[in-house]
């Protein structure tokens, strides 16, 4: 009988797990994998989804199918890979390709994301997903039931910060104490996700564009009439679509800190609204700016403030003494110098010590420094650096990390459970915000506020077939 490379994969990996061997990466089958090409189909076309379909490919991927609900913008990318079909629907794409496809990138909508990679992880795919992982709450807990049921498949979150070597010089830099105990963090992101002036416009009739299939766009959200203020990229804005900036950012701009201290749920949470949103109002778009505050303890106990600021409440963010710039230059206000030196993003954080202060920057604790001014470069000049301990990602590559961990090398750094807890946390905050300026008390182990209905409310969105 003829046999398919996927049929073969199958069975190694089936003879590997008898013998009590890992799934697909241990003996032959990962021999055999390591000198193919990884052939990867792409749900989305446009948007954040270029970036990590043109880096799998630049890694050795082979691109072998494209898909998006929305023509509009997909052009470039149908020209670029000429020689993978494009598809409307995402489903029709894995039959079609089942056998070619080793691995799925998933890059829509965060309201898709988990229905998409469950799907993807039970058809045998590896996946890499967009962040945040999913949409609520309770949606990470199924899709980490998903990756246990396939203990072989890769699985990514994109928060591609995690594969930096600046992440890991942070965590050398707390662990050595170059600042002491590390007590407390205030992460900004200037980025306002926010409709509630513009309420009114959802009551006009508006013609549905040809080019976009509004019905599979809206899939498992409960459907209602299309408004051109929903998409594209503007979905972010919306409360049954996205997940606000604290959802967009919290896994780029929280992550040097949850890996250093391996937090995972906060015991408390606090999101203290700027402005006049009233979630009875405006709750079906997010404020123009909040401050949530996160409350741990590390593994020793001690406890760990995390404030997260967004939106106008970066205003309020407070200037380490330690600060020697003008007040225009700090940070969070976004000034235009800021952006020239830092891509132009003005996110970042302060992570407070006994004995000091780290900032970082936006992606993988980039930008790295001790205020007032000591840089991770002239501390390397100097050689002043503590000695290194966590090992570097290659070229600090995510998509070369997704496709060596798929042939059978080291596993990936952000894979779902460690990017999980990040998504699960920034969902709390973002249900916190419909009991705003309360302290809510979190039950890990029941996975509840004790003291806000309304904020549980939030933590299972109404979802539909799709």
């Not at 807990?141 to 010089?169: C, E, F, K, S, W």
């Not at 405006?282 to 401050?291: A, M």
């Not at 419909?434 to 109404?462: H, I, M, W």
Request: hydrophobic share 40%.
């Amino acid at each position: 009988m003829k046999t398919t490379r996927r049929q073969f994969l199958a069975s190694a990996a089936a003879s590997a797990g008898a013998f009590g061997f890992p799934v697909i990466f241990s003996g032959c089958a990962a021999k055999y994998r390591a000198n193919e090409t990884v052939q990867v189909a792409a749900i989305g076309a446009a948007g954040r989804a270029v970036s990590n379909i043109n880096g799998l490919a630049a890694a050795g991927a082979r691109i072998v199918a494209l898909c998006d609900v929305d023509t509009r913008r997909v052009g470039p990318m149908l020209a670029r890979y000429k020689d993978a079909p494009f598809y409307r629907d995402w489903r029709r794409m894995l039959d079609a390709h089942d056998r070619e496809v080793d691995a799925v990138m998933i890059g829509v909508p965060d309201h898709w994301h988990a229905r998409m990679a469950i799907e993807c992880l039970d058809r045998g795919k590896h996946v890499q997903c967009e962040k945040p992982l999913c949409q609520s709450f309770d949606e990470m807990d199924d899709m980490l039931a998903a990756v246990r049921r396939h203990p072989g498949l890769v699985n990514q979150a994109m928060n591609q910060g995690h594969a930096y070597d600046t992440i890991r010089d942070f965590r050398e830099w707390i662990e050595a104490g170059l600042i002491g105990e590390a007590t407390e963090a205030h992460v900004w992101c200037p980025a306002v996700y926010s409709f509630m002036d513009r309420l009114d416009e959802l009551k006009k009739e508006t013609k549905v564009p040809d080019e976009l299939d509004w019905e599979r766009w809206q899939g498992p959200v409960p459907h209602r009439g299309y408004n051109p203020m929903f998409l594209p990229g503007s979905w972010r804005f919306w409360t049954p679509y996205g997940c606000n900036t604290l959802g967009d950012w919290s896994c780029h701009l929280m992550d040097p800190v949850f890996w250093t201290f391996g937090f995972g749920l906060p015991e408390t949470v606090k999101a203290e609204v700027s402005g006049s949103w009233d979630p009875s109002v405006h709750g079906l778009t997010f404020p123009k700016g909040v401050k949530t505050t996160f409350t741990y303890r590390k593994s020793d106990g001690r406890p760990f403030t995390f404030v997260w600021f967004d939106g106008i409440a970066c205003n309020d963010v407070p200037i380490p003494e330690q600060w020697r710039g003008e007040r225009e230059m700090f940070p969070a206000f976004n000034s235009e110098k800021v952006r020239r030196t830092r891509d132009g993003m003005a996110n970042g954080a302060f992570v407070y010590g006994t004995r000091g202060v780290v900032e970082y920057g936006h992606h993988g604790a980039n930008y790295l420094r001790l205020l007032p001014d000591t840089t991770l470069e002239k501390m390397r000049a100097a050689g002043e650096c503590p000695e290194r301990k966590y090992a570097r990602v290659p070229g600090g590559d995510p998509y070369a990390e997704f496709l060596s961990a798929v042939k059978g090398g080291p596993k990936v750094g952000s894979d779902f459970a460690y990017a999980g807890a990040m998504t699960q946390c920034s969902l709390l905050g973002v249900a916190a915000l419909f009991d705003p300026g309360r302290e809510l008390r979190f039950d890990a182990a029941a996975k509840r506020f004790e003291n806000s209905s309304a904020a549980n409310a939030r933590l299972a969105q109404p979802r539909v077939e799709a």
